[in-house]
């Protein structure tokens, strides 16, 4: 997300919080002039009167309240996926593609069933850490794919020269329990 529009949302984000505050608390504490310039029939408790009005405006207010928390959350995030500069063809590669890239090879393994990979580093920094979480078929032991999967790593250390490459694996298969037959 381009730096001028996160600044516009968080200025935007401020700004509602501030009359949304300011409005509850004048509410809250009491003043009701605004109820002389509102007509008179709006104001009727035909719905407010209702037993099930009272918890609904509760719920769908917890649950605005959640949703405008957990998206404002969201706009604190540090920023997208970063582009890695590669000086030998003067190009960009993103950090998804890469993620992409290195579960696919490491799916390709021999015993390996699945695999997750997540980068991080590379915008202001020399180094970049990959982490791997490889699931393996229920019949292959680490040992096994550790080799393969170093040489993956070695590879693209090199392939990604001017950087520092750092790559963590945690292996995980599933349980050799039998299922319980009641």
């Known amino acids: ?24 608390g004048r509410l809250g504490s009491g ?9 008179e029939q709006w104001s009727a408790p035909s719905l407010r009167g209702q037993e099930w009005w009272t918890p609904t405006v509760m719920a769908v207010s917890v649950a605005v309240a959640v949703l405008l928390a957990w998206w404002g959350a969201r706009q604190l995030r540090s920023g997208g996926r970063r582009l890695l500069a590669l000086p030998t063809s003067r190009s960009h590669l993103r950090t998804r593609a890469l993620e992409d890239t290195l579960s696919a090879l490491v799916e390709d393994v021999d015993g390996v069933a699945h695999c997750r990979s997540r980068v991080r580093g590379g915008a202001r920094t020399d180094r970049l850490d990959a982490v791997l979480r490889v699931r393996l078929h229920h019949d292959t032991t680490p040992s096994t794919v550790l080799p393969p999967l170093t040489r993956i790593a070695s590879d693209t250390g090199d392939a990604l020269a001017p950087y520092r490459f750092r790559m963590r694996i945690r292996f995980s298969a599933p349980s050799h329990r039998r299922p319980h037959v009641r």
Do not use: D, E, K, Y
């Not at 509602?16 to 300011?22: I, S």
């Open 31 to 39: 003043h009701t002039s605004w109820r002389s310039t509102v007509p």
């Open 1 to 24: 997300m381009p730096r001028s529009r996160t600044l516009v949302n968080r200025i935007a984000l401020a700004l509602f919080g501030l009359v949304a505050v300011a409005g509850g």
